[in-house]
């Protein structure tokens, strides 16, 4: 455990804790879930790939991570109890300079989305707003189990992959890729979810009413697989429904292979859940994936 003692006396931010607050790890999903967005618009991003990068960045490093530093600032007090070596209170972030990163990010967002035109940039507006609403008082949608994963899960999910197709298209996406990227965005709260079992005791002591605390992590842990599942059966019947059914099947024997990894988070939820995290959501992903594709072949 770090004292934040040694670090009191910084007046200025540690690199190192800087790059730890806007949490690379996590940018993963919003960038894979725009990318989705991008092949299920079905048009081939020839002569438009500067847009197709600047929205992976833009959904990446930039709105994910400044929803984390956000987060993280508003999350002071319960990271200081959950994990006091943490850049803010550990120290190695002074003062008030996790606010600041957070605005300034905030910013660089809404400049960087303008350039994705109306659609991007509408996109963007709603992802930094949902971003302080989901940490920041008096709104804290965090507070709530259901509330704050299911905000979570649409901005990491569902927005950006809409994003993607409608930046491509140059309008609203179809009907079929808002649907399977609402469903994805659904199956998402239960990851979302399952990431809480790490701030179980924190969450418990400042009011933070999450599933595992309302709940406890057996039952948690059951309503986050239900949740996770079924949107994925929806997705499968969707697929069907289109005459799509080997991607349907793909994606089936990826939901049976998350039903065995789920059998597996069960018997220690609070345990398994971080090896969840990198098998049974690895396969969650890779569905979406398989579904974008399918949805390619749609358009």
């Not at 540690?14 to 079905?42: D, H, N, Q």
């Not at 024997?253 to 069960?266: D, E, N, R, S, Y």
């Amino acid at each position: 455990m770090i004292d934040s003692t040694t670090y009191s006396s910084r007046r200025v931010p540690e690199p190192a804790a800087t790059l730890r607050l806007i949490k690379p790890i996590t940018w993963f999903p919003p960038m894979w879930a725009y990318l989705c967005g991008v092949v299920s618009s079905g048009i081939a991003p020839s002569g438009q790939w500067a847009l197709v990068l600047l929205g992976v960045i833009l959904a990446g490093p930039i709105v994910c991570g400044m929803s984390q530093a956000a987060n993280d600032w508003c999350d002071r007090h319960v990271d200081a109890i959950n994990e006091p070596d943490r850049p803010i209170p550990s120290g190695r972030i002074p003062g008030k300079w996790g606010l600041w990163i957070a605005l300034a990010m905030s910013v660089l967002s809404l400049i960087v989305g303008a350039q994705l035109g109306p659609w991007g940039f509408g996109a963007t507006v709603f992802g930094v707003l949902a971003a302080w609403a989901y940490s920041a008082e008096p709104v804290r949608l965090k507070k709530s189990g259901w509330w704050g994963p299911g905000l979570v899960g649409l901005c990491y999910e569902g927005l950006p992959w809409f994003t993607g197709a409608a930046v491509l298209s140059l309008g609203a996406p179809s009907w079929s890729i808002i649907s399977v990227a609402a469903l994805y965005a659904i199956g998402a709260h239960g990851i979302m979810t399952l990431n809480d079992f790490k701030a179980l005791e924190g969450d418990r002591q400042t009011g933070v009413n999450s599933l595992p605390v309302t709940l406890g992590p057996e039952r948690a842990a059951r309503v986050a697989c239900w949740i996770m599942a079924l949107p994925q059966v929806a997705v499968i019947a969707l697929l069907i429904s289109w005459d799509k059914p080997f991607y349907a099947l793909a994606i089936a024997v990826l939901v049976a292979a998350q039903g065995w990894a789920m059998t597996i988070l069960l018997s220690d939820p609070k345990g398994r859940a971080p090896w969840y995290n990198g098998t049974g959501v690895t396969m969650y992903v890779s569905g979406m994936m398989i579904a974008a594709f399918a949805l390619r072949t749609l358009a």
